[in-house]
């Protein structure tokens, strides 16, 4: 069993008994975390691979990268941190003098950190500003994005990326208070007229599930972090970094992620480079949902390189 205390990352990692059991840290392992975040699953690999192993961190949020350093730091010093898209492993590798790994972790979408914290803008329930990059040097923020943004493409969007059935509705209500000449600057101000959109159409069920603006939040986190096309590319090369015998796990958090994972994965197998570990993706216990709700949504898969 895992303990938390002080000395370790300020959240618990998804599933971590689970990636652990799948990547097998050895002593001496090179393991790439090709999404760092504040540290949580790399702590443990890192203690696992021990002085002569490396583990390579990696993310687009410098800000979470030193609270990564943070952590690791009080470990070990077989680490490397990296600000960069995961999409770079192979410059990083080349840079390292690396040609194969022993283990790729990748846990998608934003970190428990990221959502929390205010300033950021990825949450509907805490007002800041729409930004919602995870590296804040470059891009487009989703101001920005919404700003440029026809009703149409918006629509498309919402519906793309969200798979919000109600993207037209929604779509329109935006078109029109921009036309009213309000800039949508804050994440509240999205969430209600998000709530306004669909609440105020007869059509709409009086209660859902989740809130009424976490598609729309999604689809615009994932165009703003440019986040599928990311996705699709690496894990349809994956295999050229991993040593034979050597695994990749994925634990995804939406339905887009997750078919991108499983028909990598399924194509890898066909042309012999993947043998998938995971006929069906591994979810989160009860209990570890009950401490964390963002784990109800969360699919691991594993594959081992052939
Ligand atoms: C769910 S969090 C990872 C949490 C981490 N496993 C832990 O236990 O602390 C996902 C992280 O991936 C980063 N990220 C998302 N897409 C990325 C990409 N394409 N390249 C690099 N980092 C990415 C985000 O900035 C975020 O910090």
Not at 50 to 59: A, E
Not at 170 to 186: D, Y
Request: overall charge positive; proline content about 3%.
């Amino acid at each position: 069993m895992i303990f938390f205390d002080d000395e370790q990352p300020p959240h618990k990692p998804v599933m971590l008994g689970e990636v652990i059991d799948f990547i097998r840290p050895g002593v001496g392992d090179v393991i790439v975390d090709a999404t760092v975040g504040a540290g949580g699953h790399s702590c443990e690999i890192l203690k696992m691979i021990g002085s002569d192993g490396l583990l390579i961190g990696i993310d687009k949020d410098a800000e979470i990268l030193k609270i990564a350093h943070k952590y690791l730091s009080r470990i070990s010093k077989s680490y490397k941190l990296y600000h960069a898209d995961y999409t770079d492993l192979n410059y990083i590798l080349s840079e390292l003098k690396i040609s194969r790994v022993q283990g790729i972790l990748l846990d998608l979408g934003v970190s428990s950190l990221q959502l929390d914290s205010l300033e950021r803008g990825f949450s509907f329930s805490k007002e800041g500003p729409l930004d919602m990059r995870m590296d804040r040097s470059k891009g487009l923020t989703a101001e920005e994005l919404l700003k440029k943004l026809s009703q149409k493409e918006m629509e498309d969007i919402f519906w793309r990326y969200g798979e919000e059935r109600w993207s037209r509705s929604i779509a329109r209500t935006i078109s029109q208070e921009r036309r009213r000449g309000g800039n949508i600057k804050t994440t509240t101000q999205l969430a209600k007229i998000v709530e306004k959109a669909l609440y105020t159409s007869r059509k709409l069920p009086k209660k859902r599930k989740i809130h009424p603006a976490t598609r729309v939040f999604q689809a615009l986190r994932i165009v703003v972090n440019d986040e599928l096309k990311s996705l699709e590319y690496f894990i349809n090369n994956v295999h050229e970094f991993l040593a034979s015998g050597s695994r990749i796990v994925v634990i995804s958090f939406h339905s887009l992620e997750d078919r991108l994972v499983k028909r990598a994965f399924l194509k890898g197998q066909t042309t012999s480079s993947l043998k998938i570990l995971t006929k069906k993706p591994l979810r989160s216990h009860d209990s570890e949902i009950r401490e964390n709700i963002r784990c109800r949504s969360a699919k691991l898969r594993a594959a081992e390189r052939t």
